[in-house]
């Protein structure tokens, strides 16, 4: 029986096993490979979608418990275009490798729609579960509050790269 | 059949238009025992009459920034903003590999040290020749003619670069003043990231995003001990296993084809092997830990370093101080996993991998599959990190071989606990240390000796194929190759295992580093910062217990000894004055220090830890770096950030050990690494400078390790010794 869902805003109908991790139905099967597959057991966030607008880890969710369900993936986020955090972690030249960034960026904005002005210790509580082997944390933090701001304000006008006034000499 | 252009069009170089060929080896002209068909450029330049600027190359971007670097000297040249300018990977086409040029490699933070000249000057090519042919076309004087933002300037109009190109192709390329460092637009200047956006969109292609048609996935079961045969395996059932399509054993194991990951995760399981084990299986961490120990005290080892008579001066100073220090293996952890996609075709093969080194790649597929050099393609993707993990071709040996066994387009994906448990480890060290000082606490004799496994006979087998020339018979090449270990295990020293120690740089009466080769079987590879994640903990821990000893400062002893290191005197002097050394720390508090020169840069850290409850904090690390003009400042700042974080991984938790030769990590609960909560405030400076550029992916990582050491030394007393840094 093929399982159906929300991705994206688009309704999904998969002919799939019902235990295949949500993480390589997405990857594998749709091809969606803004995902990341990092550990396959629940520890570095690399895979993290939403599900009803919560963060979830895609490598440990079987398709089974999405059926019926609203699923966002980095590829559907922003809609048209970038949602805050993502134009906030451009700023701040958050990304390295970049390879966990999808994964934070989904975590974050599951945070920022819960808590729209989270504190430090919100954001390390939140974001404790992602992983980066390149050690951009500080910048994470940088880019979550300065787009928790963004979405106060919204005022529509795009800040300045923040290193015009963040860069040490 | 025209190759090049052939390879221009392999590699996409569509459009036609001015295509500047670049040397990035810094030989731009043909080698002098060649002849002019010998010049084999390795980079392009590419300037379209649509009025594109494009520039391929083949220094892979693995987060180390050097995508933005690359662009941003162009960007100075054809004074034209970065952005403007579409940076894409060349690949390596196999016939444009001169082997006399060695590996096309992208390790040792060198892209932007070896390029620095040589693309600007390209560049600056381009420019006059674009320049030249508008004064021919226009009729006018070239020097009212300015070049700005992909456009001719001529009074108020501005005409398209584009438009120019099919005259300035049959120009010759002149020679040229580069742009003075006043008139800098874009050096030395911060600015946005150019793979930022791609990279948090989900777009940015990764070697595991890969698609082609028919694509299946590949997992390997490999034997737990590193160096195992196959004796016998069953599919036990597991080709019966829905989508599974091969299964298939290759020299290193037994590999599922399927369509999914999970499909050939899923059938993995249920294969058995029966292995025969390698003498690795015979050994522990603790039994590796007592050999090392034992070699220290039987065997002399090779000089690596040998000034003076360090033994002698050593036994004659007033006070004398030794130290053991031990470190573990580490694995790299890469978050992309190791992964390799392989299309195999009759007379072509085609490889999509992430590397640092596509040359190697297209070296063993060419062993592998038998074609020659010509029909070969690599791919070279984004990495998702490298750290030196990526400069190995374990992922490229296997993924040819799978497809050449299954006749299947694949993807070879390693499992993250495939990946933590078949790394190149970064060698596990066992150094002991001794000095003299005399009444004035000035240092008479330093004499250091590691024993440690050696990196280069593993990396040697794997480089051989695509350093030694082509004209080789296949049979000579591979046995050259399988010298390597005795090679460099018995006859030569490898620089990797004593490097951050031959270059003491501190003054001293004498001086000696010596070292025991002592190789457990465990492969080992390069790791950020190769040789100096060891040797700065040694020297800058034990420079503190000598600072100790004689009862100086911690920061004043070693100012004291750098009247000969300048350089290395301004990053401690910097660190210490924006990180306030000295000032007085909350009770339980304390700061550390110290300052390590490697891979053309010079960097000090200050660390102020706190130990709340036997639990260690760190709250704060200030870095100071002399590296040279600075081509982006935010991107040095970000890789110390990075560097910062990556040691203090190592330094807190980093262990990978043996039982029965098998790594017992497997994923990171057990690897674990540094999360946002435990990331200390980084604060970096960045010394002015007017000294050639220096790496800055590797050198933030060697120091922090001993001034975290060092900091917890003066907040509790206790001198920690080994890595990981625990707390008795
Ligand atoms: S891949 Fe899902 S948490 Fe790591
Ligand atoms: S940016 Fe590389 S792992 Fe986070």
Same mark, same amino acid.
């Given at each position: 029986?093929?399982?159906? !869902? ?20 997405? @990857? ?6 803004? *995902? ?15 599900? #009803?607008?919560?963060?979830? $880890? ?18 559907? +986020? ?40 989270? *504190? ?8 404790? &579960? ?40 | ?14 459009? &036609? ?71 894409? /990977? ?81 120009? /010759? ?10 008139? !800098?637009? %874009? ?8 793979? &930022? ?18 694509? !299946? ?93 360090? @033994?002698?001066?050593? $036994? ?42 596509? /040359? ?11 074609? @020659? $050099? ?12 490298? %750290? ?53 606490? $000035? ?19 794997? %480089? ?11 049979? +000579? ?19 990797? /295992? ?38 700065? %903990? ?40 924006? &990180? ?49 003009? *600075? ?34 990590? *497997? ?30 992916? #590797? ?26 840094? @625990?707390?008795?």
């Amino acid at each position: 029986m093929p399982i159906t !869902f929300m991705l994206n805003d688009r309704s999904i109908s998969l002919d799939v096993e019902g235990e295949m991790p949500l993480l390589w139905a997405l @990857r594998d099967v749709l091809k969606l490979t803004g *995902t990341k597959f990092g550990c396959g057991a629940g520890l570095c966030g690399a895979c993290t979608v939403h599900r #009803e607008g919560e963060a979830i $880890r895609a490598c440990t969710t079987p398709m089974s418990s999405v059926q019926g369900r609203r699923i966002t993936t980095i590829e559907g +986020l922003g809609g048209q275009a970038d949602h805050p955090l993502q134009d906030a972690w451009i700023r701040h030249n958050v990304a390295q490798c970049g390879y966990c960034q999808p994964g934070q960026i989904m975590a974050a904005s599951a945070l920022l729609a819960q808590n729209p002005s989270p *504190t430090d210790e919100d954001i390390d509580r939140a974001m404790a &579960g992602n992983l980066c082997r390149c050690g951009t944390y500080s910048r994470i933090r940088a880019a979550i509050h300065d787009a928790a701001g963004q979405l106060q304000s919204d005022s529509g006008q795009t800040p300045a790269p923040y290193y015009q006034s963040n860069l040490e000499s | 059949m025209n190759s090049r252009r052939e390879f221009l069009k392999a590699m996409g170089l569509v459009g &036609g238009g001015l295509i500047l060929e670049l040397s990035l080896s810094g030989c731009t002209t043909p080698l002098p025992h060649g002849n002019a068909r010998d010049f084999e450029p390795d980079a392009w330049l590419q300037i379209t009459p649509q009025n594109d600027i494009r520039f391929y190359l083949n220094s892979v971007e693995m987060g180390q920034g050097t995508m933005t670097g690359m662009a941003t000297l162009i960007a100075e040249e054809l004074n034209t903003e970065p952005y403007m300018i579409e940076v894409k /990977s060349a690949g390596v086409h196999a016939d444009y590999v001169n082997p006399f040029y060695g590996v096309q490699v992208t390790g040792g933070s060198t892209s932007t040290r070896i390029y620095y000249d040589v693309l600007r000057r390209s560049a600056a090519q381009a420019r006059e020749m674009l320049r030249a042919a508008a004064a021919a076309e226009l009729g006018v004087d070239v020097a009212l003619l300015e070049v700005r933002d992909k456009h001719i300037i001529y009074r108020d109009t501005r005409l398209p670069m584009g438009r120019f190109v099919q005259a300035a192709q049959s120009l /010759s390329r002149p020679e040229v003043s580069l742009k003075s460092e006043r008139d !800098f637009r %874009f050096i030395g200047r911060p600015s946005v990231r150019l793979d &930022g956006a791609m990279k948090v969109r989900g777009t940015a292609q990764y070697g595991i995003d890969v698609q082609l048609p028919d694509l !299946f996935t590949a997992l390997v079961k490999r034997c737990p001990v590193q160096g195992g045969h196959i004796e016998s395996w069953s599919p036990n059932g597991a080709d019966e296993l829905p989508g599974v399509k091969a299964i298939v054993p290759i020299a290193n194991g037994v590999a599922v084809v399927a369509e999914t990951y999970w499909h050939a995760q899923r059938a993995l399981q249920a294969i058995t092997v029966s292995w025969a084990m390698p003498a690795l299986s015979q050994r522990s961490s603790e039994d590796i830990r007592r050999e090392f120990e034992a070699l220290a005290a039987s065997e002399s080892g090779r000089s690596a370093l040998s000034v003076g008579d360090a @033994r002698a001066d050593i $036994r004659a100073a007033a006070l004398q101080h030794a130290a053991t220090y031990r470190l573990p293996y580490l694995a790299h952890a890469t978050m992309e996993p190791m992964n390799c996609t392989v299309r195999l075709r009759d007379d072509h093969c085609e490889i999509w991998v992430p590397t640092q080194v596509p /040359s190697v790649c297209a070296a063993i597929a060419e062993e592998v599959t038998g074609l @020659r $050099r010509h029909q070969i393609t690599v791919h070279t993707t984004l990495l998702g990190g490298g %750290f030196g993990r990526r400069l190995s071709v374990d992922y490229a040996l296997e993924a040819t071989q799978i497809a050449k066994a299954t006749g299947l387009t694949i993807k070879l994906v390693f499992s993250r606990e495939d990946d933590m448990q078949h790394d190149y480890y970064r060698p596990a060290a066992h150094a002991e240390i001794k000095a003299g000082l005399d009444e004035q606490g $000035r240092i008479t004799g330093w004499h250091q000796k590691n024993v440690n496994p050696n990196i280069l006979p593993y990396a040697f087998q794997e %480089f051989a194929t695509a350093v030694l020339p082509a004209w080789l018979p296949d049979g +000579l090449v591979r046995g050259l190759a399988n010298l390597g270990p005795w090679v460099y295990g018995t006859l030569l020293m490898d620089p990797a /295992s004593t490097e951050g120690a031959v270059e003491f740089g501190y003054d001293s009466v004498s001086a000696e580093v010596r070292h025991v080769q002592a190789d457990p079987g465990l492969r080992t590879g390069y790791w950020r910062s190769v040789g100096h994640s060891i040797n700065a %903990f040694v020297v800058e821990s034990f420079m503190d217990e000598l600072a100790h000893r004689a009862g100086r400062d911690p920061l004043q002893f070693r100012l004291q000894h750098l009247a000969g290191n300048p350089r290395l005197a301004a990053v401690l002097r910097q660190v210490a004055e924006v &990180g306030r050394w000295g000032a007085p720390m909350e009770p339980g508090s304390a700061q550390g220090i110290a300052a390590h020169y490697s891979f053309g840069s010079y960097v000090a850290q200050l660390v102020e830890v706190s130990v709340v409850e036997g639990d260690i904090r760190v709250h704060r690390v200030t870095v100071a770096i002399d590296c040279g003009k *600075t081509i982006n400042p935010d991107i040095i700042k970000a890789q110390m950030e990075g560097g910062v974080i990556f040691g203090l991984t190592a330094a807190l938790r980093g262990e990978i050990t043996l039982q029965d030769g098998r790594v017992q990590q *497997t994923n990171f609960h057990d690897y674990p690494l540094l999360r946002i909560h435990e990331a200390p405030a980084i604060t970096v400076h960045i010394l002015s400078s007017a000294e050639a550029p220096g790496g800055v992916g #590797e050198p933030a990582v060697p120091p922090i390790a001993p001034a975290l050491a060092n900091a917890l030394f003066a907040a509790t007393g206790q001198r920690l010794r080994d890595l990981p840094l @625990r707390l008795s």
